[in-house]
T-cell receptor, first 112, second 116 residues
Framework: DSGVTQTPKHLITATGQRVTLRCSPR?????VYWYQQSLDQGLQFLIQ???????AKGNILERFSAQQFPDLHSELNLSSLELGDSALYFC???????????FGPGTRLTVL | AQTVTQSQPEMSVQEAETVTLSCTYD???????LFWYKQPPSRQMILVIR??????QNATENRFSVNFQKAAKSFSLKISDSQLGDAAMYFC?????????????FGTGTRLKVLA
């Protein structure tokens, strides 16, 4: 158990819908990262937050957005969902951007 | 552009034997970190080992060790005395500093099968 929690574990929804994925970092970690892992693929970096502020953006679609709240938990919002958005979404956290990141268990999103 | 290449989609090893997973990367940076992550069937991403580029000594964590060849931009993972629980996807990752922060780039993974 890495100490990073993600909810929900599984999410099934329909095309065109909007969902919110939630992540709570390890105690003391200020930095949160979001990744997308499509079937049998590597991890694609989406976005990073540090202490409430966006720090880096990767291959994140305009239909996706994220934020980090004052209590340091983070949410990833996915809208106008398409079949291709079906994937495992990981959150990771680290104390600072220079420290090793630890991953949560992931949220499996299925878009039908 | 920075890339991470894992050229072995799948590897097999006999229980108790040794296996080496390869990883190469492309970068113009001189100071960076490299990581190996394990992803078992549970899909959890677990940090196995990390290496700082400025350190010449290869990192070791119990049965896991790396062969870091900075000039060749190679970062292979050696698993000794393989166990059934080592069966998983293994991802090599590179961390670079860009635009005032750190970004991670992952390879496409190597699926390791451990044969009893």
């Amino acid at each position: 158990d890495s100490g990073v929690t993600q909810t929900p574990k599984h999410l099934i929804t329909a095309t065109g819908q909007r969902v919110t994925l939630r992540c709570s970092p390890r105690s003391g970690d200020l930095s949160v990262y979001w990744y997308q892992q499509s079937l049998d693929q590597g991890l694609q970096f989406l976005i990073q937050y540090y202490n409430g502020e966006e720090r880096a953006k990767g291959n994140i679609l305009e239909r996706f957005s994220a934020q980090q709240f004052p209590d340091l938990h983070s949410e990833l919002n996915l809208s106008s969902l398409e079949l291709g958005d079906s994937a495992l979404y990981f959150c990771a956290s680290s104390e600072t951007p220079t420290d090793t990141q630890y991953f949560g268990p992931g949220t499996r999103l299925t878009v039908l | 552009a920075q890339t991470v290449t894992q050229s072995q989609p799948e590897m097999s090893v006999q229980e108790a034997e040794t296996v080496t997973l390869s990883c190469t990367y492309d970068t113009s940076e001189s100071d960076y970190y490299l990581f190996w992550y394990k992803q078992p069937p549970s899909r959890q991403m677990i940090l196995v080992i990390r290496q700082e580029a400025y350190k010449q000594q290869n990192a070791t964590e119990n049965r896991f060790s790396v062969n870091f060849q900075k000039a060749a931009k190679s970062f292979s993972l050696k698993i000794s005395d393989s166990q059934l629980g080592d069966a998983a996807m293994y991802f090599c990752a590179y961390r670079l500093f860009t635009s005032g922060t750190y970004k991670y780039i992952f390879g496409t993974g190597t699926r390791l099968k451990v044969l009893a």
